[in-house]
């Protein structure tokens, strides 16, 4: 008896204690462990080697398609301003395609849809990345400016295509998204604007040399080509013939052969997206999944062929025509298949093949329109004539060395329309910066090209879940 | 509000409980002629008996004197009398008239007595008698409507006052029920001294007394008595007799989570299912046993296989977002929040249909429904208030049982029995599968070639087979067994129980679920009662072992099927068909085996301690474990080996741990003609499930594919989700005169599912009675025994989402890049949202009728859902879709809930009662802002329910193309989203159960019907393929279209996907209301049916009882509905079985 109300006694002095605890109302109680299979930003953030993973997943999810759903940059880019120009047909019709083909994009497209929000989530990606590493304090200033740089430079690159396709977009800088969802659009010169800081950051924060071994994240060249570009896009002449040559006398690339300029890590490269192992997924590369066409003897008919346009634009000759294209003739028609991927699966392939994001035949062709514009006709033939040179194609410098500046002009845009058709939008974006789209377009599908059209729509549930977006003229 | 008493009287009011005076006298004793029940006093020539056992042969005389006054309406329990001088014998004529008591005395009772003088205006009857007793020599005792009167002083010779000369005596007697059985266990206090003691097996006891003192008797299930020690007592044996509760608003104790109180006097909405009703069903879930016995509880069951899930819904929906959130009760056992509360405990998808999505493994499978002692079911605001954030969908209390004081006693119940599938399908026959087939490519204008119509054309037309039958429509077995020791003495109680279970399935092959279980409980209590301990454990193993697929989905193979080759191995393929996909033959689905091994502990002590009178202070230390093991096996021998198919397995380990520690202090008092009851606590609970999984595939050998030794990838997966919960509450309950009752409840909640500044939140609630019957004034109104009103308003939440939404997450990419992981953020995220919240309003009547044989409650409930939880839709530009936010939508549900209990017959030998109960509910969505540009536009409309049919309106075939047609509602010429129309709801208009208990003599019969008002998906919704290709097709689906002009039920038959058929059936059977029909049924749920020996027989055999039954669930069902079962809704998930069982129970 005695015994049990001693040991009353301790239980009570026991259960007081005990009672008393969930009494403080401690929120330290509440703190749990985080989750065994995520990261929170603030442990992304405390470890060097997190950081790099998650600059890698931006290029990973960069990277990321499937045959199903490309993304962005990998296969949209190619694929819908390709319909929506002069240069790629859909050889089934297939209502969602055919409105980029027919220049009549519903607002509620799908395609476009996706295509708008996949490049959103790597911004918001780039965003996090900046806004977090300033506060990283076990990181050191070395990594945090690489990383920042990349960052960058996956923004701007996000950015300059979004506004190619889209003019007006919202530019979101941050990863608040009460702020954001209120955001409105910007102009594309203020688009352009925050591309070109980026750019310029990238450039100087970014080395020669790439972070590993292959061409596959943003070195300081990367950020200069795509910079090149942009002040091309602006008619800065004199800044792209800087950056175009900062990256052509870097004394890193040259011109590969047309067989191998899709290659990995080959000379030509500046920027290569690298598909997903062997292992992990079937496909190769988007273009490859999208364009490669059954072998003739299933008599199948491809699912894209160039336009006759197109094809009737090769001179003879052109190494690009028996390299990059294929011919197929299927139950009596003949169509033209892009072919410059030419693996569509992964595990088949002898060789691999990676997406190439930039290129040095651009830098060529970016240097020589500048130099034209600025009336410097020789540097301008220099360049087209590298490129010329490559497809073996005679040079100018021997055929027409007195050409004029208008008929170079058009020369150098032409060699840009063979060049780079089937990749990432060089045409669409062509035709529309320089002006000729309404002339080209009409010619090419006839009346019902409406100008309007130069621009995608903006998805019609982002109008509704953004109330100040709002659309692009022509569509609602 | 209170009735002033009249002040020309003095009035000793004694609010206690009502006084059974324990001596009636002997000349009554003598001239009811039970001398031989009466015992000679040590005093020597004085008779006493005991009231008690006397008022069992006055049974029958008291059921005639209820049913009189029955009758004698107006009478009332009030007395207003005055005059001088009046003899009593007048005194007790004028009460009688007035009141309609009888009053029991024999003649000379009344000597010795003197007239009296009185002045009382409407006073109650007991205070009269003891105004105009006072000083008298005679005393009384009421007992229903009758009053006993009888001496008070049984020595005449006796003189010394009883203050000046305590005696010492001892109380000795013994406890009985009306049927004369011992009651072993039963407490016995002195209130005066708080002494206390427990009856031994044969209900003997005794306990030091004094005259005056009183004397406690209680026995769980029973009606307590308080009996007075007479002054003349002298310390002779007594036998006291205890009645049944069952009927006792009084004495049910209402277990209300973290305090008691009485049926009577609760003010909330409490109801329980007893050991009792759970008894007579032979149910492997207890959640089963529940369905139709408690209003406003609606169980649903998600599969007819061991094992399966049900869903729960106490009061209706209120998750908008159920990806995210959960509306499932709160389940609590033995005081342990359940780990995993109502979630699947497995992760890999079987036979039990996916866990994701209410199918999986019930975690009450993992209990033996025989070691639960009650389950309470909270619902309203007064009841879950206690529960805080966790309350708002309701709260599920289970107790399982306890020891009990006695000789030891040990009982065994096995029972055995069967069981089949409640519905059949019936398919069409081979011929004329074949004719319909046929048709749909004469309609479609194809040519059947072999590629397109090999089913008729290349395979064996003569050969037939009932999938349904062969598949699905098994019998199963069922063997239970269960034995437990139980007893103890005053100071320690125990129990110890084992048991069996094992059920087969309705499948093909060697499938079970088989539970092995063991039970305790240990009670013990200090001497002086001051300290008091009880420690619990339950734990059990269960081996769920079934298939990948539940087979019932193949019930609509081609009828010609191939499924043995020549050599009587599984055919793979027949004329160069090589059988894949969902044309596989079924039954090498039976090679994919799948085994679920639950391990489940459940441990909870409980201290307590008296500090003073009335402080006490208690700690409940819970802990729960389970853990489940999964092996899912995928050998290529279940394919045609020409499919390249790899042996896969696929294994999961999922533990759930749990603990809790919950403080409390607790503190009664009597203030005034009132008691208050004060309740702190704290609480403070973790919870952690862990995942891990494994799929390895490539093994060289499948008898290598439990292991992973030979598999060439293995893929690995594992996740932790731990979360903490901690709560302050109080409780402020104050009972003035037993008739004003109110209760206050607090809550302060934290929780770990919220971002740091979110975490904490008060909750509350205010609960009032008013037990009206007691008012003098009602008193005339004698067929009303009991009337109560209360209601209760308070604040509950809801913090049932996932773990972690309120972290800025990254994961891996799917891809690594480069040759690394790569990290990406995997959502937006807000740490600002916070609870759902629910203000649950709630009126009830609560009427009992003639002596409590009728009772009746209503109840109205409204209850209002807001900041519901879901994933928010954001623009894309933000980098997402949408981020988990609180919705300012608001959810009502609302609704009546009746219950009707009569005890139709009450006697001796034959007792029948019955409970009814209906509940009508109301789900409304009633605000949602931006609805229309919300991912839920055309999910939800306003001011309707959640379970709302918001689809196409079907407007029947279209004679001329025979094609199903469609309401374009905004006749825009498009058949589109735009077109949705509400088309009712899924919600059941009404439902409930009705119950039945007879028992005659040794017999008893129990049965259970259970009914649902409700519209439902028909067979047809489980369609994926068109009427017309190779599937074949109910019998019950007829009548279609077939030449123009013709008006038809069902549109043209057809096999091609790309011709004009495709898309009319595509949203005829996803998109419209065609396939949502009547579901209503009513069922036999349960019917036992049981004998024991008479006690006289078995008593011989020194044996307590011995029961034999048997059971039967499910056994009819009567419904429109066609094709499958109108609770599981789909032909392709194994309906509910119909289970026979026959038993025996066996106590010594």
Redesign the interface.
Known sequence: ?RK??T??KY??A???L??????S???K?????????????TE?FMDSS?V???I??????Q??FNFASTSFLCGNVTLYPGLSADELHKTAVSSLYTQFEQNAILSNNSLN?SN??SA??L???C??ILEKLPGAATISASQKLRVGSEAKFLRALNYFYLTNEYGRV?L?TS?D?SS??L?SRSDTADVYKQVIADLKDAEAGLGTTYP?V?K??ANKYAAAALLARVYLYQKDYADAVTEATTVLSSGMYSLATPAGAFLPNNSEAILQL?P??TT??IFSTPEGSLFVPAPAIYQIIPNYALTPGLVNSFENGDLRRTNWTVDQLIQGVNYTVPLKYKQQFAFSAATQEWEIALRLADCYLIRAEAQAFQNHLSDAIADLDQVRGRAGLPQIAGTDPGISQPDLVDTIFHECRIEFFTEWGHRWFDLKRTGRINSVMTAAKGSQWKPTAALFPI?H??V???PN?GQNDGYN | MFRPLPANVRVTTNKTSPTDYLLISPKLCKSMKLSTLCRRSAYGGNRYIHQTLLVMRLTALLLTASFLNVAASGLSQEVSLSGKNIPLEKVFKEVKKQTGYQFMFSKNTLDGTHPVTVEANRLALPDFLRLVLKDQPISFSINSKSIFFFHKTVDPGQTTPVDTLPKKLVMSGRIVDVDGKPLAGATITNTATKNSTSTAADGSFSVPVQPQDRVLVSYIGFVSKDVRISTAYDGRTMVITLSLADNALKDVEINKGYYTTSRRLNTGDVSTVSAKDIATQPVTNVLAALDGRVPGLLITQTTGLPGGSFKVDIRGRTAIDRTITDDQPLFIIDGIPAAANNGALNTQYSALGDPSNFGGLSPFNSINPSDIESIEVLKDADATAIYGSRGANGVILITTKKGKVGKTKVDANVYSGFSNATAKISTLNTTDYIAMRRQAFANDGDVPDASSAYDFLVWDTTRYHDFNKLLGRNTSHTQDANLSVSGGNANTQFLVGAAYHNETTVLPGDLYDRRISAHFNLSHN???R??KMSLSGNYSVDNNHLLNYDLANYYNLPPNLRLYDSAGNLAWNEGGVVLSGPLNNPLAYTKLSYSLVTNNLNADML?S?A?TKGLT???NLGYNNIQTSEVSLTPKSAYAPTLGIQNTSDFSVNHFDSYI?E???EYSKKIGEGKLNALA????QSTNA?SLGILASGYPSEALMQSLVGATSQLG????????????FGRLNYDFKERYLLNLTVR?D???RFG?DK??ANFGSVGAAWIFSDERWMKNLSFLSFGKLRSSYGITGNDKIT??QY????????????????????K?FNPDYHWERTAKFEGALELGFINDRILLSTIYFSNSSSNALVQY?????????S?VANLPAKVVNSGWEFTLTTFNIKTKDFTWSTNFNITIPKNKLVSFPGLD?SPYKYTYALGHSLNVIYKYKYTGVDPQTGLYTFEDKNKDGLQDQNDYEVQGDLDPRFYGGLQNSIRYKNFTLDFLFTFRKQLGTTYEASFWRMPGDISNLPTAMKDFWTHPGQHATHQRLSQDYAGAAYQPWYDYTYNSNAVYGDASFVRLKNISLSYSLPSQLTQKAHINLLRIYVQAQNLLTFTSYKVGDPEIQSPTVTPPLRTIVLGAQLTF
């Open positions: 008896m049990i109300i040991i009353s239980i009570l026991a259960g007081l005990i009672f008393l605890y969930p009494l109302s401690c929120n109680t509440l703190d749990i462990a985080p989750p065994v299979d995520q990261l929170t930003t992304v997190s790099e993973n998650a890698l997943g931006a290029y990973a999810l990277a990321t849809e708008w929000s959103y989530n911004i918001y990606q965003n996090l919202a979101t990863s998204y954001n969802t955001l590993t292959n596959v994240r690298m997903p192992s992990q997924s998805p549930s982002e509704l879940a953004a977006l | 200090s001497d002086d001051r300290f201290l301690y500090i202070i208690k700690t520690v403080p409390q202090l606590g704290g609480s403070l862990t997966t594992r996740t932790s989700s731990p979360y903490v919960y901690e709560a302050a302060r934290g929780s770990s740091s975490r904490f773990n972690y972290l800025d997450t990254w994961t891996t990419t799917q891809y690594l890049y480069d040759g690394s992981a790569g990290l990406h953020p995997t937006l839709k954001l623009p894309e530009i933000t980098g997402f879709t981020v540009n």
